[in-house]
């Protein structure tokens, strides 16, 4: 490579090469080393190499630095899942939703982490709804339900900690208030890859939430359940909901990498309920 390619490929502006890198990486779903970057958008190796170096630095790639394959990072995942309208969110996911409403005759939900927030993306109701249905809420307090446990689980130990910082407050006398207890509940969560609120938030509210983990970006989205307990577990036991959940996840998972970037990777009465 001359002097005179290096020098023509500094003049392309520097946020249209970015761009270059992560098309060519969106083409494939196993990634490109630095060699095929270089050759697919014309950059010359030492180019290719700083502007690769500065993009893992920056959380637009990831891979490790040498021979390796990089993909779009976490950065640019969470910027474009966060950016999915809520009516996307309902055409992707309402499918999936709606098999486990009708499974077990309760609402099932989407939740997605937005920033530090969660907020409720989609809720789905059974086909055939009875008279005592609980509906999710819209607020998520990392103690006392199962979509802010099973999201935060999943986290950096810095982010929890982050989180941890402020008092807890006590719902219900089986909410956790003690951030210790919570850290290793918040442990167990992230080994058995679901989370639970018992009568944590509201009386009587059972709910389990699976986390959707979207590629190097980790768990974006939780999908879940929430009933009165007696009527749930009165038909359906714990790792019955459990695994239909964790299918769910998995289904959703691949539904939501696939709507535009590769992020491919090495939880008696009406009423409203916080989940």
Do not use: W
């Not at 809520?86 to 486990?100: F, M, V």
């Not at 407050?169 to 919570?182: A, G």
Request: overall charge negative.
């Amino acid at each position: 490579m001359s002097d005179t390619d290096i020098d023509k490929s500094d003049r392309i502006p520097r946020l249209e090469r970015v761009a270059m890198v992560l098309e060519a990486i969106n083409r494939t779903d196993q990634g490109l080393t630095l060699v095929e970057i270089s050759a697919q958008t014309g950059m010359p190796m030492p180019s290719a190499h700083r502007l690769v170096n500065n993009m893992l630095d920056a959380g637009f790639l990831v891979g490790q630095r040498g021979r390796s394959r990089y993909r779009i990072g976490p950065r640019l995942i969470r910027i474009f899942q966060s950016s999915l309208s809520l009516e996307t969110l309902q055409a992707l996911t309402e499918p999936t939703l709606q098999k486990l409403a009708d499974r077990f005759g309760q609402v099932a939900y989407l939740v997605r982490l937005v920033q530090d927030s969660i907020q409720l993306a989609v809720t789905v109701l059974p086909s055939s709804p009875s008279r005592n249905l609980i509906y999710p809420g819209n607020v998520f307090p990392l103690n006392a339900t199962a979509s802010a446990k099973a999201l935060l689980a999943f986290q950096s130990e810095a982010v929890i900690d982050q989180q941890l910082q402020g008092p807890l407050e006590k719902y219900r006398p089986n909410t956790i208030v003690d951030p210790e207890k919570l850290k290793a509940r918040l442990a167990a969560v992230r080994a058995q890859g679901y989370a639970i609120s018992d009568d944590e938030f509201d009386p009587g509210v059972y709910s389990i939430c699976c986390p959707v983990l979207i590629g190097s970006a980790g768990a974006l989205y939780g999908v879940g359940i929430v009933a009165l307990k007696e009527r749930l577990l009165m038909s359906f036991d714990t790792e019955t909901v459990i695994q239909s959940l964790t299918e769910a996840a998995d289904e959703l998972r691949a539904t939501l990498q696939s709507t535009g970037l590769h992020a491919v990777s090495d939880g008696e009465g009406e009423g409203d309920a916080r989940t």
